[in-house]
């Protein structure tokens, strides 16, 4: 398993429980931008800049994103495609999405984003909570312990 990350959006606070989890699990994290990241040193963790442009970064993620692998987004249409290849996806909420649950997802999305076409002032996202980061990490830690091999 890789965990790939839409790190653009990401919270710090976030990249900094993948950070950890990468050196514990000794599992490699890829951050995608379309700006240059500083990652701390670790044979795990790594940044990938790609050019700017609308979606440059998403593409690169549903084009490296393997079944099986974490991808790391808030982004709907991002998760759509990277599901339909075998991946899982985690919000930085710590909401996972998978095949039985993102139509749902981007349905909504779709709806909400009709509404705000067309002039309906819906409101953002509530700020990253403390409580949004621990319930991420435990996600987090779920999805890493049952990819990992057990022992006989």
């Known amino acids: 398993m890789k965990i790939w990350v839409d790190a653009d959006a990401c919270p710090i606070a976030i990249k900094e429980v993948l950070y950890r989890a990468a050196n514990r699990a000794k599992l490699p994290v890829t951050l995608i931008a379309n700006q240059?990241?500083?990652?701390?040193?670790?044979?795990?963790?790594?940044?990938?800049?790609?050019?700017?442009?609308?979606?440059?970064?998403?593409?690169?993620?549903?084009?490296?994103?393997?079944?099986?692998?974490?991808?790391?987004?808030?982004?709907?249409?991002?998760a759509s495609q990277v599901i339909a290849k075998g991946a899982l996806v985690l919000d930085s909420r710590g909401e996972l999405m998978n095949a039985h649950n993102i139509e749902g997802r981007l349905t909504m999305r779709n709806f909400m984003e009709g509404l705000?076409?067309?002039?309906?002032?819906?409101?953002?996202?509530?700020?990253?909570?403390?409580?949004?980061?621990?319930?991420?990490?435990?996600?987090?830690?779920?999805?890493?312990?049952?990819?990992?091999?057990?022992?006989?």
């Open 116 to 152: 705000r076409n067309s002039g309906v002032d819906t409101g953002g996202p509530s700020a990253l909570s403390k409580s949004d980061v621990q319930t991420f990490a435990n996600q987090l830690d779920r999805l890493l312990a049952k990819r990992r091999p057990t022992n006989p």
């Open 36 to 78: 240059m990241l500083r990652v701390p040193p670790s044979p795990w963790i790594k940044a990938l800049q790609v050019p700017a442009g609308f979606d440059v970064a998403d593409q690169r993620i549903v084009q490296e994103a393997a079944p099986g692998d974490l991808v790391i987004t808030s982004d709907i249409p991002l």
